[in-house]
């Protein structure tokens, strides 16, 4: 039996169809099995040599998929670097031919540049993975979430999903919006106004400044990170005044719906967008996710090399 | 193959398996995704009949050990493989409904491998067609068909399909 | 240099209301009422437009500091190509046009290796930081046709207004690239749906429209000239549009870009669609297509901005705003015409009266007398722009591979062919 899947490169939400999107939960679904056996490995990349260039640091992500990478016996390897010092030193474009003369044969970069996979994908012949791209897209974060609430609730169409935070800065966000619209759940975003600004209401969401008309009725809440760095200054006042108007404390979160899943894409300011006690509730699927995203992205590794790729 | 020579060629074949002398204590079958499955539920519950006892029926997907994708158009689907039992010190009789160059046995071998060491691992195939690329041999066969290489074996159970049947094709 | 036939084209004068078949004759470098008596070149222009030389208010020749993007030399190359006999070329050079020695530099550099016309401009502001004002009176000695930041945009609205003020003394218009540093902050693109989908930081049109309407509000203060320059918000045409109607002194430019792209192009992350200010709506294309149309707009301008290739392949954030544009403005104008939002009359204005009136240059007629620079256009013939054929150093335009009509197939600058298709000069 096969997929239709015809890319080498996964670098957006917004390129995928429905059908690619359901390939991939149906493969995370099969190497979820992977994790529960004692030998956790199986030979599909072997011999294939994986790249993880993150530009922009990030201990989970890539941890994640290094371990995906792995348990499909592929050769790992670890470029860090801040923005700052490939600037001063090697352009991306030269890292990455770099990486090419070595035959590399799969490139998973983080970069706080949006476009910055595009860049590669463009340059390159080996499989470009997005893990994150600015404010653009974080796409194999959108489809572990999903793969949660597929799990725990049967199917995504139809869902009332509520998007909390900070949307207009994140990549999270933008790839859950392009996935849940698709597949038919019903995305309602919600936090200050301006970080939800009335934009986002032309890729089909409804957006919403009131914290309470966002969770009612909501069968799964995300939850974003709030990041207050320097240039976010102006966009609103303190993270005080977050919490106390966004934050999923104790009684808001005994107005939401008995059975919402509450998600995280982590990590988890406690206290600040989620009080610390509901973090560890059995509603919360945190963990969950962070199982899933090893799934998800052995199915996207699996599937980017698997058949040969005609070039774009 | 019709119905009633798939039967008979099951019922022969669960004969076979236990004319082999396998330990009862240690006997299990594992199943091939998607055909073998049921065929090895099928043989399971025969090889039961005649020994009076329960044999454990796993189940595996052998996308993720195939030697076969880099040259592949687009990658295999893959499913989950199940093997509720621990295969260490096992007799697994292995089965699947064609068995064709091997390289599919060859697969499900390295997994199961993965999942512990079996004491022996013998195959059953419900049919044989030929054209062995590598050194595989059946232990216990339904029937013997000589093919062509470019024609195909299609088989269909009722667990999968909803009949039972054997067709040649070209 | 020969005398110059240029015979049964079709003449667009529009300072003189010609729009009519009859022939130009250029003598000893300067149009001739009188056909020449012998040693004539004739060029056969049947079938051709001919018109005043074209001229060009707002290029970056890059020369001094930056020749590795473009040199002098090479950006009056690709003028003449484009058909531009004259271009006035911006002070963000290294060191800045703040003072008279760049000014003669780029004068005497002109005269060396320059194929075309180049009108210096000077300095607003010192290094063009926004603090103090240059030695305006100076630069006009020296030679500059008007002063402006361009690159930069004076935020102290104080000392834009004092600018204005003692410009006005010299005659020297003031042109102003028009951006509200606070409300554009790091943006890379304009603000809208896409930049939302491309999760790139927007500059929102406010960001221009503020401070179209500063200067609005100057130049009816200082009753002095401002000229806007590339505008691409649909508000900032509707705020000149406006203040045209109320007599205000001020003036506006538009690029082909902005009238022929939007911010949808962006989704590639192609870095040669990224420019200053940056490619908007469809909205605010059509807008700038009205404002050109009714004649709020009266110059067309490239904004030619070369830079290194290996400068513009990084990530879209770390690209350099710009794109080269003098060999495609012609085509893409002429565009215009052929959707009939203007007449051939009407689009020569923009490049020649219009312009020339606007910074007192004694260029963009053909009355007997006046500098001979004219430029011959087939407006026909369909072509395919390949970038790697520029006379430009720089190789950054988003329209490589672009099938474009029309062109110009001589250009003639005081009397000389400085460009002809299929001659090697």
């Given at each position: 039996?096969?997929t239709?899947?015809?890319?080498?490169d996964l670098?957006s939400?917004?390129d995928l169809?429905?059908?690619?999107i359901?390939?991939?939960l149906?493969t995370a679904a099969?190497?979820?099995?992977v994790g529960?056996?004692t030998i956790?490995?199986?030979?599909s990349?072997?011999g294939?040599t994986?790249?993880?260039?993150?530009?922009?640091?990030?201990?989970?992500?890539?941890i994640?998929?290094?371990?995906a990478a792995?348990?499909?016996s592929a050769?790992?390897?670890?470029i860090?670097a801040?923005?700052s010092?490939?600037?001063?030193g090697e352009?991306l474009k030269?890292?990455?031919?770099n990486?090419?003369a070595l035959?590399?044969d799969?490139?998973?970069?983080r970069h706080?540049?949006?476009?910055?996979p595009?860049?590669l994908?463009r340059?390159l012949?080996?499989?470009v993975?997005?893990?994150g791209?600015?404010a653009h897209e974080?796409?194999t974060?959108a489809?572990?979430?999903?793969?949660?609430?597929?799990e725990k609730?049967?199917r995504i169409e139809g869902?009332?999903?509520?998007i909390l935070?900070d949307?207009?800065?994140?990549?999270?966000a933008r790839?859950?919006?392009w996935?849940?619209t698709?597949?038919?759940?019903?995305?309602?975003?919600a936090?200050?106004?301006?970080l939800?600004?009335?934009?986002?209401e032309?890729?089909?969401?409804?957006?919403?400044?009131?914290?309470?008309?966002?969770?009612r009725?909501?069968d799964?809440i995300?939850l974003?990170r709030i990041?207050h760095?320097?240039q976010?200054?102006t966009?609103f006042p303190?993270i005080?005044e977050?919490?106390?108007?966004?934050?999923?404390?104790?009684?808001?979160?005994a107005r939401t719906k008995?059975?919402?899943?509450?998600?995280h894409p982590?990590?988890?300011?406690r206290?600040?967008?989620?009080?610390s006690?509901?973090?560890d509730c059995n509603r919360?699927?945190?963990?969950?996710?962070?199982?899933n995203?090893l799934?998800?992205r052995?199915?996207?590794?699996?599937l980017?090399?698997?058949?040969?790729?005609?070039e774009? | 193959?019709?119905?009633v020579a798939?039967?008979?060629?099951?019922?022969?074949?669960?004969?076979e398996?236990?004319?082999?002398?396998?330990p009862?204590?240690?006997?299990a079958f594992i199943g091939?995704?998607?055909?073998g499955?049921p065929?090895a539920q099928?043989?399971?519950v025969?090889?039961?009949a005649?020994?009076?006892g329960e044999?454990?029926?796993g189940?595996?997907d052998?996308s993720?050990?195939?030697?076969?994708?880099a040259?592949?158009e687009?990658?295999p689907?893959?499913?989950?493989?199940n093997v509720?039992?621990?295969?260490?010190?096992?007799?697994i009789v292995?089965v699947?409904?064609v068995?064709?160059t091997?390289?599919?046995?060859?697969?499900?071998?390295d997994?199961?491998?993965?999942f512990?060491?079996?004491r022996?691992?013998?195959?059953?195939v419900?049919v044989?067609?030929g054209h062995?690329?590598?050194p595989?041999?059946?232990d216990?066969?339904?029937?013997?068909?000589p093919?062509?290489?470019?024609?195909?074996?299609?088989v269909?159970?009722?667990?999968?399909?909803?009949?039972?049947?054997?067709l040649?094709?070209? | 240099m020969?005398?110059?036939?240029?015979?049964n084209g079709?003449?667009?004068?529009?300072?003189?209301?010609i729009?009519?078949v009859?022939?130009v004759?250029?003598?000893?470098?300067k149009?001739?009422a009188k056909p020449?008596?012998?040693?004539v070149?004739?060029?056969?222009?049947?079938g051709k437009?001919?018109a005043?030389g074209l001229?060009d208010?707002?290029v970056?020749l890059r020369?001094?500091?930056r020749?590795?993007?473009?040199t002098?030399e090479t950006?009056?190359r690709?003028a003449?190509?484009g058909?531009?006999t004259?271009?006035v070329?911006?002070p963000?050079?290294s060191?800045?046009?703040d003072?008279?020695?760049?000014i003669?530099?780029i004068?005497?550099?002109t005269a060396e290796?320059?194929?075309?016309?180049?009108f210096?401009?000077?300095?607003?502001?010192?290094?063009l930081k926004?603090?103090?004002?240059?030695p305006?009176?100076?630069?006009?000695?020296?030679?500059v046709?008007?002063i402006t930041?361009?690159?930069n945009?004076v935020?102290n609205?104080e000392?834009?207004r004092r600018?204005?003020?003692?410009?006005?003394?010299?005659s020297l218009?003031?042109?102003?690239?028009c951006q509200?540093?606070?409300?554009?902050?790091?943006?890379v693109m304009?603000?809208g749906?896409?930049?939302t989908?491309l999760?790139?930081r927007g500059?929102p049109?406010?960001g221009?429209d503020?401070i179209?309407a500063?200067?609005?509000?100057?130049?009816?203060?200082?009753d002095?000239?401002?000229h806007?320059?590339?505008l691409?918000?649909?508000?900032s045409?509707?705020?000149?549009?406006q203040?045209k109607?109320?007599?205000v002194?001020?003036?506006?430019?538009?690029?082909?870009?902005?009238?022929?792209?939007?911010d949808?192009?962006l989704?590639?992350?192609?870095?040669n669609?990224?420019m200053?200010?940056p490619?908007?709506t469809?909205?605010?294309r059509?807008a700038?297509?009205?404002?050109l149309?009714?004649?709020?707009i009266?110059?067309?301008a490239s904004?030619?901005?070369?830079?290194?290739t290996?400068?513009k392949e990084?990530?879209?954030?770390?690209?350099?705003f710009g794109?080269i544009?003098?060999?495609t403005?012609l085509?893409?104008?002429?565009?215009?015409?052929?959707?009939?939002?203007?007449?051939l009359?009407?689009?020569?204005?923009?490049f020649t009266v219009?312009?020339a009136?606007?910074?007192?240059?004694?260029?963009?007629?053909?009355?007997?007398?006046a500098d001979?620079d004219v430029?011959?256009?087939?407006?026909d013939p369909?072509?395919t722009?390949?970038?790697e054929?520029?006379?430009?150093?720089?190789?950054?335009s988003p329209?490589?591979?672009?099938?474009?009509k029309?062109?110009?197939?001589?250009t003639?600058?005081g009397?000389k062919i400085v460009?002809?298709?299929?001659r090697v000069?």
């Amino acid at each position: 039996m096969k997929t239709d899947w015809q890319r080498k490169d996964l670098l957006s939400i917004q390129d995928l169809s429905v059908d690619e999107i359901n390939t991939v939960l149906d493969t995370a679904a099969a190497f979820k099995q992977v994790g529960k056996r004692t030998i956790k490995k199986v030979p599909s990349l072997r011999g294939k040599t994986l790249v993880n260039l993150f530009i922009e640091p990030s201990t989970r992500t890539r941890i994640s998929f290094e371990l995906a990478a792995k348990r499909l016996s592929a050769d790992v390897i670890n470029i860090t670097a801040t923005a700052s010092s490939i600037a001063k030193g090697e352009t991306l474009k030269d890292t990455a031919l770099n990486l090419q003369a070595l035959n590399t044969d799969i490139i998973v970069i983080r970069h706080s540049a949006a476009g910055a996979p595009h860049f590669l994908a463009r340059l390159l012949k080996a499989s470009v993975i997005n893990a994150g791209d600015g404010a653009h897209e974080h796409p194999t974060q959108a489809l572990l979430d999903a793969l949660t609430i597929r799990e725990k609730k049967g199917r995504i169409e139809g869902l009332n999903v509520t998007i909390l935070g900070d949307i207009l800065y994140s990549r999270v966000a933008r790839s859950n919006i392009w996935l849940l619209t698709k597949l038919g759940a019903r995305v309602t975003l919600a936090g200050p106004s301006t970080l939800v600004p009335r934009v986002f209401e032309q890729f089909g969401c409804r957006v919403t400044y009131d914290i309470e008309e966002a969770i009612r009725g909501a069968d799964v809440i995300n939850l974003l990170r709030i990041q207050h760095e320097r240039q976010r200054e102006t966009m609103f006042p303190s993270i005080g005044e977050y919490t106390a108007m966004f934050g999923l404390n104790k009684e808001r979160f005994a107005r939401t719906k008995p059975d919402a899943l509450i998600m995280h894409p982590g990590p988890i300011n406690r206290g600040v967008e989620i009080d610390s006690e509901i973090a560890d509730c059995n509603r919360s699927v945190i963990l969950e996710q962070v199982t899933n995203g090893l799934a998800v992205r052995m199915a996207v590794l699996f599937l980017c090399s698997g058949g040969q790729m005609s070039e774009p | 193959m019709d119905a009633v020579a798939i039967e008979r060629a099951l019922a022969r074949m669960a004969h076979e398996i236990v004319e082999a002398d396998p330990p009862p204590e240690a006997l299990a079958f594992i199943g091939i995704c998607t055909n073998g499955v049921p065929l090895a539920q099928r043989l399971a519950v025969r090889v039961g009949a005649i020994l009076q006892g329960e044999f454990p029926v796993g189940e595996i997907d052998i996308s993720m050990h195939r030697d076969d994708l880099a040259l592949r158009e687009t990658p295999p689907a893959v499913g989950p493989s199940n093997v509720s039992f621990d295969v260490t010190d096992k007799t697994i009789v292995l089965v699947d409904d064609v068995l064709f160059t091997g390289r599919s046995i060859r697969a499900a071998m390295d997994e199961i491998a993965d999942f512990g060491r079996p004491r022996r691992i013998q195959l059953a195939v419900l049919v044989d067609r030929g054209h062995r690329e590598l050194p595989i041999r059946p232990d216990f066969v339904g029937k013997n068909v000589p093919t062509a290489i470019d024609e195909c074996v299609r088989v269909h159970l009722v667990e999968v399909d909803g009949k039972d049947e054997v067709l040649l094709e070209k | 240099m020969k005398p110059l036939h240029i015979k049964n084209g079709r003449v667009i004068d529009p300072a003189n209301r010609i729009d009519e078949v009859r022939d130009v004759f250029i003598v000893d470098g300067k149009i001739s009422a009188k056909p020449p008596s012998d040693g004539v070149e004739v060029i056969d222009a049947t079938g051709k437009l001919v018109a005043p030389g074209l001229i060009d208010i707002h290029v970056h020749l890059r020369e001094p500091g930056r020749g590795d993007k473009e040199t002098i030399e090479t950006g009056t190359r690709c003028a003449a190509r484009g058909g531009f006999t004259s271009v006035v070329c911006m002070p963000n050079t290294s060191p800045v046009a703040d003072n008279t020695g760049t000014i003669a530099f780029i004068k005497q550099r002109t005269a060396e290796v320059g194929c075309v016309n180049v009108f210096p401009t000077g300095a607003i502001s010192k290094e063009l930081k926004g603090e103090e004002l240059a030695p305006i009176g100076s630069l006009r000695r020296a030679g500059v046709v008007a002063i402006t930041d361009d690159g930069n945009c004076v935020q102290n609205n104080e000392l834009m207004r004092r600018a204005v003020e003692y410009a006005r003394m010299f005659s020297l218009p003031v042109l102003d690239h028009c951006q509200d540093y606070n409300l554009v902050a790091d943006g890379v693109m304009n603000e809208g749906y896409w930049s939302t989908a491309l999760g790139l930081r927007g500059w929102p049109a406010a960001g221009e429209d503020v401070i179209v309407a500063r200067n609005i509000l100057l130049a009816e203060q200082a009753d002095w000239w401002i000229h806007c320059q590339h505008l691409s918000s649909a508000r900032s045409v509707e705020l000149i549009r406006q203040a045209k109607k109320r007599g205000v002194k001020i003036s506006a430019e538009a690029c082909p870009h902005h009238f022929t792209l939007t911010d949808e192009c962006l989704k590639t992350y192609d870095t040669n669609f990224k420019m200053n200010p940056p490619l908007r709506t469809e909205r605010d294309r059509e807008a700038v297509l009205e404002g050109l149309a009714d004649a709020t707009i009266e110059c067309i301008a490239s904004d030619h901005a070369p830079h290194c290739t290996y400068e513009k392949e990084v990530e879209f954030d770390l690209a350099p705003f710009g794109i080269i544009g003098l060999e495609t403005e012609l085509a893409l104008s002429l565009e215009l015409v052929r959707r009939k939002l203007l007449t051939l009359s009407q689009l020569i204005e923009k490049f020649t009266v219009n312009p020339a009136r606007l910074l007192s240059l004694q260029k963009g007629t053909l009355s007997a007398g006046a500098d001979g620079d004219v430029t011959i256009i087939d407006p026909d013939p369909e072509w395919t722009y390949d970038v790697e054929q520029s006379a430009s150093k720089a190789r950054n335009s988003p329209f490589h591979g672009w099938k474009l009509k029309g062109r110009a197939v001589v250009t003639i600058v005081g009397g000389k062919i400085v460009w002809q298709e299929n001659r090697v000069s």
